[in-house]
């Protein structure tokens, strides 16, 4: 054909012409980049929310996205009304733990129904603030757009969903705490209880830092694992949780394995007006 006819698709492939990042391409992702097939159900699921809350935004309302509209509440963190979503995660988060924590210092009763709450608040904040450069550092090495800032908040998204499960299970908790007098197998139980949504808000971070970042991050799972190194660390430093009352801390340095250990192997009992009676 005359060259003439060709003018209009010579041009278009030389002028860097590009589709745009938000139109859904078949085996690209929303970067542009080739799809994962890992990404799963949960990507999928973020992406086709990714977008604005319309109305007030409550903390009942972030406490229903967050299961719900995952997407929307990391668009809002992300691109949208920043401050206020961020504000309402931060009062889910530190009311879902104390929820938490209020049912583990009732399994031993006294002064541990008002210390056990504050501990598992501070425990989780910490743990959160040590893990978090090594997080950011692990999205720039991956190629993401994520900032600092996104990366922080997409962090906060994740703890609160694991607040709002760990509400979620409180009945279960709840039943163990008045049935049983075994400090071990509580301490167990809270354990499996943080480490199950623990796995689901990790997994939630990594689908959200994709899609806000563009860029799958790498060895996400083995920060998850150091991730819950670190809380339960953060547990055994800031022991006694599930046991009796013995001070705001214990002196002496103690690795979490050692302490666990001592735990499951040494059970003590509880206060004798916590005990169940046939």
Known sequence: PPRSTLFP???????????????????????????DPRGGWLLQRVSSDYGPLEGPLTVMRMAECSLKRPGAVAFELAEGRVGRSAGLLVSLLLGGFAIHGLLVGLFAGGHQIWAAPVKVMLGAVASALICLPSLYVLACVSGSRVSAGQASRLMLQSLALAAVLLV??????????????????????????????????????????????????????????????????????????????????????KSFVGHWMDVVHEPRAVPASRRVTP
């Open 168 to 253: 979620a299970f409180a009945p279960v908790a709840w039943l163990f705490t008045e049935s049983t007098e075994s400090v071990g197998f509580m301490s167990v139980l809270h354990m499996v209880l943080w480490g199950a949504v623990a796995a689901v808000g990790i997994r939630l971070l990594g689908a959200t830092l994709r899609r806000v970042g563009g860029r799958k991050v790498a060895f996400l799972g083995a920060w998850g694992v150091m991730f819950l190194v670190v809380t339960l660390q953060m547990c055994t430093t800031l022991r006694p949780l599930v046991g009796p009352y013995e001070g705001w801390l214990q002196p002496g340095r």
């Open 9 to 35: 698709y010579t041009t278009l492939f030389r002028s860097g012409y590009a589709p745009r990042p938000d139109v859904g391409i078949p085996g690209r992702d929303s970067a542009g980049a080739p799809a």
